[in-house]
């Protein structure tokens, strides 16, 4: 009975250590997120932009938005998506929300996810602008804020 007990706590630790390594070789995937600059002043309009990707298999729906702003004036956010226009190089359009949405985005191409908005806040803190896809795999870019 111990053996098998021993034997069944290895294979579900084996198990549970390959899970993340899979999940991330597969679907979608925010790749980065930059900025345009690593420091700004208050009042200052900084770009920030996230690059995912679909790692397949095949075609899938590929959307990324932003999500939490911090020390960014909300009311300034202008948001552009950058993606694939079928054998026309890539393309812009503006999105309906803080979310680029594209169905059946093709595998291995890449999603540019672009957000200027004024910083806020007080020297020696961080603005920052967090971005998601969908599933949950995030990243954030972030600046310093100077005087």
């Not at 938005?65 to 993606?83: A, S």
């Not at 200027?116 to 967090?130: D, E, I, L, N, Y």
């Amino acid at each position: 009975m111990k053996r098998v007990l021993v034997l069944s706590l290895f294979v579900v630790s084996l198990t549970w250590s390959t899970l993340p390594a899979q999940a991330a070789s597969t679907g979608v995937r925010v790749l980065k997120a930059t900025t345009s600059v690593d420091a700004a002043p208050p009042g200052a309009r900084v770009v920030f932009q996230a690059f995912a990707t679909n790692l397949g298999p095949g075609p899938l729906d590929l959307w990324v938005g932003y999500g939490t702003l911090r020390n960014i004036d909300p009311e300034t956010v202008r948001e552009t998506c950058i993606g694939p226009i079928f054998a026309y190089g890539y393309g812009e359009w503006n999105p309906d929300d803080p979310v680029c949405e594209w169905d059946g985005f093709p595998e291995g191409d890449v999603l540019i996810v672009k957000v200027v908005a004024q910083v806020a806040g007080s020297p020696h803190q961080v603005a920052s602008v967090t971005f998601c896809a969908y599933g949950g795999n995030c990243k954030t870019a972030r600046i310093r804020i100077t005087s």
